[in-house]
C-alpha cells in the first residue's frame, strides 16, 4: 500500500502533460532560448522592409479612375480669381472677419449652405484620469483671453442630389485669417474650384462638408473644436457658448451685422450626416526643385493610429497613375546617408539574391538603395506612431473614428508662375475629385483594408500580421526567464525525492516547498511598491504644474526631488529593501512578468512605443544580475556584463536616454535638465499614451532593474 | 502560525479606499463598463425599473429592468451612492471571517484527531479566515464591483450568507442566503448540494476513509488509551450523516420562497404578475436574450449562432453547468466548503452574464483554503494571467467600440482567455486539494 502510494506521484510527474514537458524543456534551456529569440526578434525587425508587400485596393466599391475627371480649366480660372480675391484683401484692416467672410460669400455663391463656427481657443491641460478618451482634454481659456482671440471657421455645406444626408465627405483647407500666404491662398482657391464644380454635378451620392479652418491657433485646434460641436450638440444653456457670440457682437459689431443680414442664420450649426472619410488640403512651396509636382501623405493620427489604408491607396493610385504626381511619406533623412543602414542593405540585398537563387519563387530582390529609404520611411513611420502625437490636423477626425488624411501638394516650380500654377492647380483638383468620386461610391464606413500598418513606401505595406512576428520574437524569453525560478524549485525537489526515498524527509521536504509555491508573494510586494510609486511620479505633474510661473527646469527639478523622496519613504514602508526572504532571483522574475504584461497591452494600444520600448527593456529584463554576483564567472565576461549593465542602467533612465538622444542629435551644449519636462508636457497634452508606458512600464522596470543590480 | 498584523487596520483602510473611490462617480465611470456592469446587476437598469415602477407601470416594461421586484423597494430609493455596497462588502467580509475560523477550528480538531497536528506547525499556518476576509476586501475586482454601482455585492452578500449558515448549522439563515441568492440570480441555486453536504457532515474534514483507517488501527494497538477512546467517539461522530438539519434546511427554504414569492406578488401588484417576473428575471438569464458583449463566452457564440439552432445550444450550455455537480459532489463530499466555492467558480465561467463580481466572490473564499491549497502549482502564472486579463479587456474594448481599429474578435479574445484562466485555476485547485488529502493518508499510513 505505502510503496503504491510512493509511486503513484513520481509516475504522474513522468506522465505530465505535453504541453508542461515542452514548457519545462523550454524553460530549461532559457538562456540559449533568449539569445535566440531576441536576436532573432531584431533580425525580423530589420527585414520588415524587405517584408513589405505592394498596397492594393480591397473595397471593390472604391473603382478609383473609372470616371474622366470634370475638372478643367475653367475651374482653374475660378481658382485664379478667388485666390487673387484673396490676396488683395491681404492689405485691408481687420482680415481677421473679412476673408472667413469672403470665403462664406463665395460657398453661398455656388449655391451651398454656409454658417460659421465661432470657438476659443482651447489650452490643453493634463488630467490624470482622462487617457483615451476621444477627443483631447481642452479646458476652455476663460480668463484673460481677449475677445479679438476667437477663431472662426467657414464651413460650407453642399447638399447631394442623390443621397439622403446621412453621410458627408469632408475637405479641411487650413489657413491663417491674419496673416494668409500665397500657399495657403492657393489651398483655399483649390478646394473652391473643386467645390463648386461638386455644386453642379448629379453624381453626388454624399453631402460635400468644406470646412475653411481658421489656423491662427494651430491647425488641430480649430479642427477639432468644429468636430467637438459637430458630434456633440451644445445647447444655450453653456455659457462658453454664448460669451463668444456676445463678445462678436461687441467686437465688430458693424461687420458680423452684415453677414447675419446677408442669411438669416449664418450662426447656426449646420450638420450633413456622419463623415465617410476626410481629406485636409494644404500647398506647401518647397525649398528645393523637383522634376514634378509632388504630394506628401500625413496619415498618423494620435497614439499611433493610422487612416484605412485604402484611402491611403485611392491618393496613391490617383496621384501617380492618373495625374502624374510624384507621392512621397515622412523619411528620417538623417538615416538615408547612414553608413550602417546601407551597409545591413548590401547584405540583405545578397541575401535576397541568394534566396532567388535557391527558389525563384521567393520574390524578395530588394536593391540596397530601395532598403535603405524602405528603412528611413519605416523608421520615420514608427517615430510618430510611437510619439502618440499626430502629424496635422487629421488626427482630430480618427477620435471620432473619421478616416482622414493630410494631402499636401508641393509644386515642382515656383508658385509666382501663372502658367505652372495652373498646371499644378489643374492636377491637384483632378487628384482630390478623384478621390472624392471614389469615396463617394463608397457604399459602407471603410472597412475592407488594413487600420494596423506601417509604410515603408507609398506603396509598399507591412500588416499587423507581420510585424507582430519581429515584436512576439522579442519578447517571447520574457514570460519564458519568468517562469525559470519555479520550474528551478521543481527540479530540486525531484532530485530529493529520488536521492533519499526515506519517508521523514520527503515530508519535510514537501512542506518547504508547499511554503516555497507562495514565495514569490514577497517579492510581488516589493514589484507591487515600486509601481505604485511609478503612478505617483506619474501624478506628480499634475500638480507641479498648477504652480505658477514656474520654469521647466525647475519643474523638473521638484519632479525629480518629490520623486526621491517618495522612492525613499516607501524604502521606509516596506522596511529594508533587501531583506532577507526576498531573493532577487524572484523578484526578477516579477519584475519580467510585469514588464511582460506591459510590453504586451502597449503593443495593443500602441504597438511601435511597445517595440521600441521593448528594445530596450528586454535586454534589461533579461540581463539583470546583482553586481555583487558575477563572482563565480570568469574575468571577461564578468567585465563585459558590468558594462553592459551599466550602459543599460543609465540608457534605460527616461531622461538620460532622452537627453543623451537630444545631445547626439543636436550637439550637447544646447541640452538642458528641462528638456525632459518640456517633452513630458509635450506628451501629455496631447494625451499620448507612451506617457502612461514611460512612467507605468519602463521607469518601474528601470528602477527594479537598479534595484537588483544593487542587491547584495 | 503566522498572525496577521492589525487586521482590523487593514479591514478599515480598505472600507476608507473604497469610500474615498465613491467620491469620484464621475471619473472612473465604472458603471459602463461591460466588466462590471451586467444587465442583471447594473444599478442604471435598477435606477430605471424604479422609476416605472413609481410611474406605476411594470418595471419590466421597456425591457432594461431584469432584477427581483424586491431589490426595486430596498435599493431603489438609494441609486445614487454605492454607499450602502461598501457596507456590504464589510458584512460579506465578516462572514467570510466567521465562516473561515469555523473551517479552521474544524480542521485542527480533524488533524489533532489523526495525530498530525505537528503537521499544521511545520507548515506555517495561516489564520483562513482573517486572510480569506483580507483577499475579499483588497482584491481589486471586489472593489471595483462595489465602486462601479452594480447590485452584485449583494448576490455575493446572500451566498456567503447561506454558506456560513451552513457551515454553523444555522438551517433557517442558510435556507435564506440560498433562497434569496437563487432569486436574485439564479445561478447560485446549485449550491444546495454543497449546503447539504455542509448541514449533514460538518464542514471540511479529510476524507472519511482516513477517520475509518485511524480507528481501525486505533482499536487495534491501544484501546485501553483514555485519549483514544475520547476521539473515537469524535470519529464516529464525524462519520455519521444527519439528516435533521438537512430537513430543517429543506422546510426553511420552502417556507422562505413562498415568502420571497408572496412579497414579490405583492411588490407587482397590478404591474404584470410573477409570471412576467419569472420571464424577464430568470428567463432573461437561461435564454440569453441580450448579447451585448461581457466578459463571458456565450454572446459571443449566441451572437454567431443560427437561430434555428439557438435552442438546441441553450439548452447543451445550460446542461452543461448541471453536468458538473455530480461528479464533483461524489469526489469532494468531505469538503463541502470546497465544493462550494468549485461550484461558484464553475458557474461563473459558464453562467450567461458574468461580471467581475463573481470572480471577486470565488476568490475571496479561495482564500478560506490558504493552507491546503499552499503547493498550488502555477499559482504565479495564475496571478499574472488574472491581472494581464483585467487590464487587456478594457484596452481591447477601447480598440473595438471607441477607435473603431479592432473588432469584436479583439474582445472576445480576452473572454477565452479569462475562461481559460479560471479553468486552469478550478483544475488545479481542485487536484491540489486532492493531493492534500492523498499527502495526509500518506502520513497516516507510515
Redesign the interface.
Known sequence: ??LE?EQ??KGGVARSRLIVRLGAFLVSHNVFVSVVCCIAGIIALLLLPVLAKNTYISENALMPGSANPAFSAQDVMEANRFVKDLIDRRTIEGTGIEIPRLIGQHMAGVGAEVYYHKFWPHKNQFHP?HF?S?APNTVTMQSNSSCASVGVNSIGIIRAPRGDGKEAIVLVTPYNPWKIELSEALSLGLAFSIFSLLGQVSWLAKDIVWLAADSQFGEYTSVSAWLKDYHSPVFFSESGKMNVDMCYEYNSHQDWDRITVNWANANAFKRAGTMAAALVLKVLEKKERQERDSLTIYAEASNG?MPNLDLINIVHYLAVHRQGLRVKIATIGSLLNSVWLRSIGEIVQRLCRFAKSLDPRWKYDITSADYVEGSATLASSMYYQAIGVPTGSHGAFRDY?VDAVTLELSPWFSLKNENSQSAFLLRGGRLIEGVIRSVNNLLEKFHQSF??YFLTAPNKFVSVGVYMIAFALLIAPLPIV??AP?SGKNKIRLSTDKGNQR?GNT??D??E???G??K?LHA?KVVFMIHLWAVIVLLLPYFISQIPYISPTTSMLVWVAVAISALLIVYLILGSPYSSDCEWALLK?IMI?AA??GL??MS??NFSTAQIGALIVVPMCLMVRPLKRHKEVALCTRVMLMACNLVLAVMGSPPAALLILKGLSEGFGRVGIGDFWVWAEFLWIWNSATYLYLFLVHLPCWALYVHILLHP | MTRIRCYWGWVAAAIAFRILLIC?PK??NLGSRPEVATPLTSLRRLAEGYWLKQASMSPYAGSMYHGSPLLLSILGPFTITSLMFVIVDFVTAMLIRATGQKLMLKCHQSLQFLNLSK?VE???NVEAGNFASLVFLWNPLTIVTCVGSTTAPIDNLMAVLAIYGACSCLAPLAAFGWVIATHLSLYPAILIVPLILLLGHGPDAPPLKLFQQKNNSASGSSPSSHSHTKSTQTGIQIDYFSWRPVLHFLLWASIWSCYVLVLSSISLKGLGGLLEMFKKTHGFILTVVDLSPNIGVLWYFFAEVFDFFRNFFLIVFNMNILFMLLPLAIRLKHRPCFLAFVYLAISSMLKSYPSVGDSALYLGLLGLFANEL????F???L??GY??VS??SP??H??WI????GNANFYFATGIAYACLQTVLIVESVSTML?YD??L???I??
Open positions: 500500500m505505502a502510494e503513484k506521484p484620469l483615451f476621444c493610429q473614428q487600420f494596423l519568468a517562469v519555479f519517508p515530508c519535510t514537501e512542506i516547498i508547499t511554503i509555491s507562495w514569490w510581488a522574475s512578468a511582460f504584461i504586451g497591452l495593443i494600444i | 469620484f471619473n472612473l503537521l511545520a507548515s506555517g499552499a503547493g498550488m502549482q499559482s504565479f502564472f496571478f499574472c491581472i494581464g487590464l487587456l484596452v481591447m477601447n480598440l471607441w477607435r473603431g481599429t493531493k492523498r499527502m493518508r500518506k502520513h499510513t507510515t
